[in-house]
């Protein structure tokens, strides 16, 4: 063997591929566990997108998938871009357009506004428009671009790839035009969803009150869901992989994430917030304290159809089923009483008793 020429542990103690492409792009980094609000958070120039942006990497996404808001100016629009990650974008503020075509296709535009949720298919070519030429319109997007930044490890081929994904588009009019198919469990696929702040959900108890429905999106393998819960209620504590970015669309409240035999932390949330379930197989639980439905968007791996990756979330019906029976839910009977004492305090504070005909009280 000829003398190494340097140590290996050099080489594995840089930056991960992604941090380092991060570093490049130089727009603000935020981390911790929660943005208290999408709508204020600090953006900066971002010269490759065109407009201001901040990544959002929340604790215990493990660089399986990441956030980032973006804002573009009034009458502005993006750079056209294509990627070899998936994308789920989220209108926080504002109304514009999205160009979306492939190699060989013609353009198909559509229009969003705020609430609206859709996903360029898989390193289609887009471009995003402010439709508004006096307010600046701003969107947060879960990507799983630090899995296939780390994997690939070359930055050109992330988004100067140049094959069609037809079998995920095919450029077929009416792609972006909201009509969809219904499924049994509460799911809608659909390529467009105008506006998620609306959408009619479906009564789901296994987890407590209330209601919810998943969205498969253009193939992919990430996806979303949206669930309410009613004013002074809180769900069941599950866990699972901690991929899920959660963003309230309504109502106040807090979340309580731990680990297996350790301690909370709390996360207070309101409209506007995002956060995830903490690290990997945390427990987390919800809390509405407020005196409306408490409404959220929740953008994660794990789509119906290719959710086979076995990090990116515990494989159903675990879900929902009890720790007790091998599950991964803690159910009202079996938690923790302190779990409802400092539920009952924090609702004292506002004048309000919990409205949990499930639980212990
Ligand atoms: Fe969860």
Redesign the pocket.
């Known amino acids: 063997m000829t003398t190494p020429e340097k140590s290996m542990e050099n080489i594995v103690a840089q930056a991960a591929p992604y941090e380092q492409w991060q570093k490049t792009e130089g727009i603000p980094v935020l981390r911790g566990h929660s943005v208290d609000d999408l709508k204020t958070a600090e953006v900066g120039p971002w010269a490759r997108k065109g407009g201001k942006g901040a990544f959002v990497n929340l604790d215990g996404t493990e660089m399986s998938a990441d956030g980032y808001i973006c804002e573009i100016p009034p009458g502005g629009s993006q750079n056209p871009e294509r990627h070899m990650f998936e994308e789920i974008i989220f209108i926080l503020e504002g109304r514009g357009a999205a160009t979306v075509w492939n190699k060989d296709g013609r353009k198909q535009t559509f229009e969003w506004g705020r609430g609206s949720l859709f996903t360029p298919p898989l390193n289609t070519w887009h471009q995003i428009f402010n439709g508004q030429g006096d307010k600046p319109a701003r969107y947060v997007a879960i990507t799983n671009a630090p899995l296939m930044i780390n994997l690939f490890h070359n930055v050109d081929f992330m988004f100067n790839c140049d094959y069609d994904f037809r079998d995920r588009y095919s450029g077929a009019d009416g792609f972006f035009s909201g009509k969809g198919k219904n499924y049994a469990e509460r799911i809608w696929e659909s390529n467009f969803i105008s506006n998620v702040y609306d959408f009619k959900l479906q009564e789901w108890k296994q987890r407590g009150p209330g209601a919810n429905v998943m969205f498969e999106m253009a193939d992919n393998t990430t996806a979303a869901h949206v669930s309410e819960f009613p004013m002074a209620s809180y769900k069941k504590a599950?866990r699972?992989a901690s991929t899920?970015h959660l963003i309230i669309l309504s109502g106040q409240g807090y979340s309580l994430l731990w680990p297996d035999d350790g301690e909370w932390e709390r996360v207070d949330w309101h409209t506007g917030s995002m956060f995830n379930?903490g690290h990997d197989r945390w427990f987390?639980q919800h809390f509405n304290t407020g005196r409306e439905p408490a409404r959220y968007l929740a953008l994660h791996w794990q789509s119906r159809k290719y959710g086979t990756l076995s990090f990116s979330c515990s494989r159903r019906p675990l879900g929902w089923i009890s720790v007790k029976e091998g599950g991964a839910q803690i159910e009202y009977e079996d938690e923790d009483p302190r779990i409802m004492e400092l539920f009952k305090k924090e609702l004292g504070k506002v004048g309000l008793k919990p409205q949990m005909p499930g639980a212990k009280s």
């Open positions: 599950h699972h899920a379930n987390h």
